[in-house]
């Protein structure tokens, strides 16, 4: 666009100067030339006429072919003057005066040549006759001849009336002589030629002056004055023209010389331009071409080549975050104020950065107090050019330039090439970040390698020490059975009881901690978890320790399993009651926390949205830094009877939950453990806690128990037997089938299956095809891989926790069967 207007310009100039140029040349000089050739012709041609007529009229020239040469030319003179003047209406009016002027001489001419000849034949025979009668013997005819002979050539010279009356009376006198015979012919023809003459002279004169009164000098005059006129304006004109070009030609000049200014300018910048392409080809290439471990070097120097270029005292690459990454360099004497370039992060938003995210401040003056530019007048800047990165996902950095000296950085329009040199910059800065998130990844792979192997073989370790837990829990349930309560063997079982549950909740974690799953979760209140958490932390926390909450007055609302969360309040809760040695109080705050960016709690980002916290503090001994690194691990634990899967467990949970766990501990200060859990809207219905049914004995119903390992099958049968209920056990599942087709008549199933919650659920999708209204319950080791629509597509209505208990099977059981019995009450 900007060369298309350039172009035109120059097209228009062009045709301006050429304008200018015709039309200050004088363009009707030839046409004024030939107007006043014509004229000094018209002129001298009517001098001319007039010397004809009078030589002719003095007798000197006795033919008139000049006068008639005079005339067409005089005539062919007015042509070629009518002719010059063209279109010129004024010009052609005097130009016709004039013409009709030199008709009537013309006229005049034509009388004259006529009566001229005439005159010329009168005066020979007049001359004749007087000469002969002047000669005669007869004295007073010779005498009157002679006086006739003086008063006609007196006439001849004065035409004037005395002259004519002195020929006229000596006419008379001639013819009343008497003459003698022999005279008389020529006494008649010398009176009647002087008679002739007597007439002719006076008027030939008069045709003489009527034609000198007739000449067109003041007709000449005035179409000359209209020539000279027209002549002098067009010639001023002409002479403006001429100036207008003259100024136009400046003009132009001036245009030239500035876009040769510009050219050069614009030359110059181009060199410059490819100095620094150049330099940023080369910072690009030795980049790409170092290791990780040189870039920082490579990219101080890249500072270094790039503040030579932007004309800049200092230069810096900062990335925010944590840990806050900077590059610097500074010529010698121009060293960072305190402080400077940390803050360059905060301060670049308050500037106009524009669509390309360059601020360019070539002159730092001081303004009005609130304006950020006295930020750089504080940190003694003169100018400051800043680049930050436009993507509002990407680490927020900068690349800046600090100029020490008025003046010294290159114009704005050279600034765009830093954009090419902050990426080149950037690129390699985050080549360093992958390379150690690469290799905090790799370590991280590595540990979570050695934890799956851990939770692999804790987990099989688990499942066997289940086995042996649910024979023991089996076998106390059967001996308690028969022994009255209140001796000392009933004493014995109890405690044989409750050692086995707290091996049962040892594998519950331990099977918590090796296998990772959703789970079934459900929208919980936040406030309503803990409150019933805290009635159980009431009643097992040691009588020194108490416990307050604090909750926000927003809603808190998470997607998650009660059971699970609700551990980890408990094991946390649990920790702190171990690490307090003098009385005090837990504290339990609930809040709410809108998170704007990706924030990093320990080593996991989270973020952006709202996120409910849960913050537990003791002030128990509290952690020292070698400890903190190390909580998190599985099996670590600095109690004799700890196991070292609670707080593992609690970080397992929160962060398949989608959360985060943060600690600040110091030794002898307590320790502060936040927990963060995305939150969710509180516009759906939030789920009811679960209340079981009320257990009860069977009454002889049937229970189709489907267990793989006979011994287990037989502690299954004798439990069942135990609660009232009719066993019929079978560890095949062609073997219930045809059971089932042969009695067609069970009330429940429990399906016990050791190898997976998979093939659990395939045997009971199997039990459920073959028998659609059977209610099944399942019974399986961690239910942390199920969720209500895959147990309900299998045909299961209750879970039950391996190894079995007599109270949890009896409440699944009278559910079941009372779910089974109302609609038949109802039909």
């Known amino acids: 666009m900007r060369i298309t207007s350039i172009v035109i310009a120059f097209a228009f100039f062009l045709l301006l100067l050429t304008w200018l140029l015709l039309s200050g040349l004088y363009p009707h000089y030839a046409r004024y030339d030939r107007e006043l050739q014509a004229l000094d012709e018209c002129s001298e041609l009517e001098r001319g006429l007039n010397r004809e007529v009078l030589t002719a009229r003095a007798g000197l020239s006795r033919n008139y072919d000049a006068l008639a040469r005079m005339t067409d030319a005089y005539a062919e003179s007015l042509d070629r003057l009518r ?42 025979y007049f001359g004749m006759f007087s000469v002969r009668l002047a000669a005669s013997d007869d004295r007073p005819v010779a005498a009157a001849a002679s006086t006739l002979s003086s008063a006609m050539l007196h006439l001849t010279l004065d035409t004037s009336p005395d002259a004519v009356r002195e020929v006229k009376d000596r ?47 003041r007709e000449q ?68 071409n170092s290791q990780h471990h040189q870039i920082a070097e490579h990219v101080e120097s ?43 992060p905060e301060l670049a938003p308050r500037f106009d950065q524009g669509e390309d995210g360059i601020i360019h401040v070539p002159k730092v003056r001081p303004a009005h107090l609130d304006a950020p530019i006295n930020l750089l007048v504080d940190a003694g800047l003169q100018g400051w050019l800043c680049i930050s990165n436009s993507c509002p996902n990407r680490t927020h950095a900068i690349l800046g330039f600090d100029a020490l000296r008025a003046g010294a950085f290159i114009p704005r329009a050279e600034v765009s090439l830093l954009r090419m040199a902050f990426d080149a910059i950037g690129q390699a800065v985050g080549r360093v970040f992958l390379q150690r998130e690469k290799e905090r990844l790799e370590a991280r792979l590595q540990q979570a390698r050695r934890m799956e192997t ?79 958490t805290k009635s159980l932390l009431a009643a097992s926390l040691p009588s020194h320790v108490g416990i307050t909450v604090s909750e926000t007055s927003e809603m808190t609302v998470v997607s998650a399993e009660p059971a699970q969360l609700q551990q980890v309040i408990l094991n946390v809760c649990n920790n702190g009651a171990q690490a307090m040695d003098k009385p005090g109080l837990i504290e339990l705050q609930i809040g709410v ?58 970080r397992e949970i929160v962060q398949e939950h989608d959360g985060a766990v943060e600690v600040q501990s110091a030794l002898g200060a307590g320790t502060r453990f936040d927990i963060w859990l995305p939150a969710v809207s509180s516009n759906e219905p939030i789920s009811a806690p679960y209340a079981p049914g009320v257990a009860g004995r069977g009454a002889g119903e049937t229970v189709l128990v489907l267990e793989t390992e006979r011994e287990r099958l037989l502690r299954h049968e004798e439990i069942l037997a135990a609660l009232g209920y009719e066993p019929v056990g079978f560890t095949e599942l062609h073997e219930a089938r045809q059971a089932y087709a042969l009695r067609a008549r069970f009330d429940a199933a429990l399906v ?57 099977l009896a ?3 009278s559910r079941c069967l009372a779910a089974s019995l109302a609609p038949q009450l109802q039909s």
């Open 302 to 344: 890249a500072l270094e080549k790039l503040a030579g270029c932007v004309g800049a005292d200092r230069a810096y690459f900062l990335v925010a975050g944590e840990p806050k990454q900077i590059y610097r360099w500074s010529r010698e004497g121009a060293e960072f104020p305190p402080g400077w370039p940390g803050r360059a």
């Open 811 to 813: 409440g699944a059981l």
């Open 593 to 650: 926390r809108d998170v704007t960016d990706v924030l990093r709690i320990g080593r996991i980002g989270i973020g952006p949205g709202r996120f409910i916290t849960i913050s537990i503090s003791d002030p128990g001994r509290g952690m020292d830094e070698a400890m903190l690194q190390r909580i998190f691990e599985p099996f670590f634990t600095t109690r004799p009877d700890g196991n070292g899967l609670g707080l593992a467990t609690v």
């Open 221 to 288: 005059d005035v179409v000359r004055s209209l020539i000279m006129k027209h002549q002098l304006a067009e010639r001023a004109s002409a002479r403006q023209y001429r100036i207008l070009l003259y100024a136009a030609s400046l003009m132009l000049l001036a245009a030239l010389v500035y876009l040769g200014l510009q050219l050069r300018a614009r030359a110059v910048a181009l060199r410059r331009r490819a100095a620094f392409e150049h330099v940023i080809a080369d910072i690009s290439t030795r980049f790409i």
């Open 83 to 124: 002719e010059a003047a063209g279109t010129d209406s004024e010009e052609s009016a005097a130009i016709e005066v004039l013409a009709a002027g030199a008709d009537r001489q013309r006229n005049f001419v034509e009388q004259f040549k006529s009566r001229n000849a005439l005159l010329r034949n009168s005066f020979a």
């Open 454 to 532: 851990i939770g692999t073989f804790a987990s099989g370790i688990a499942h066997n020490f289940n086995n042996i837990v649910g024979a023991i829990l089996g076998y106390t349930e059967m001996a308690d059975a028969p022994v009255s309560p209140g001796g000392q063997p009933a004493a014995n079982l109890a405690e044989i009881r409750r050692a086995g549950e707290r091996a049962r909740e040892l594998v519950d974690q331990i099977l918590m901690f090796g296998r990772r799953g959703e789970g079934r979760r459900q929208r919980i209140c936040i406030k309503a978890l803990v409150a019933e």
């Open 171 to 217: 006419l008379e006198q001639l013819a009343r002589l008497q003459s003698q015979p022999g005279e008389a012919e020529s006494v008649q023809a010398a009176v009647a030629h002087g008679g002739i003459l007597h007439d002719l002279l006076p008027a030939t004169d008069a045709t003489l002056k009527a034609l000198n009164a007739a000449a067109s000098t």
């Open 752 to 808: 016990c299956h050791q190898l997976g919650a998979t093939s659990s659920l395939d045997f009971a999708t199997a039990l459920h095809d073959i028998a659609p209204n059977l209610p099944i319950i399942l019974a399986t080791p961690s239910a942390r891989d199920l969720n209500a629509p895959m147990l309900a597509g299998s045909g299961i209505r209750e879970v039950v926790h391996h190894p079995l208990t007599s109270v949890e």
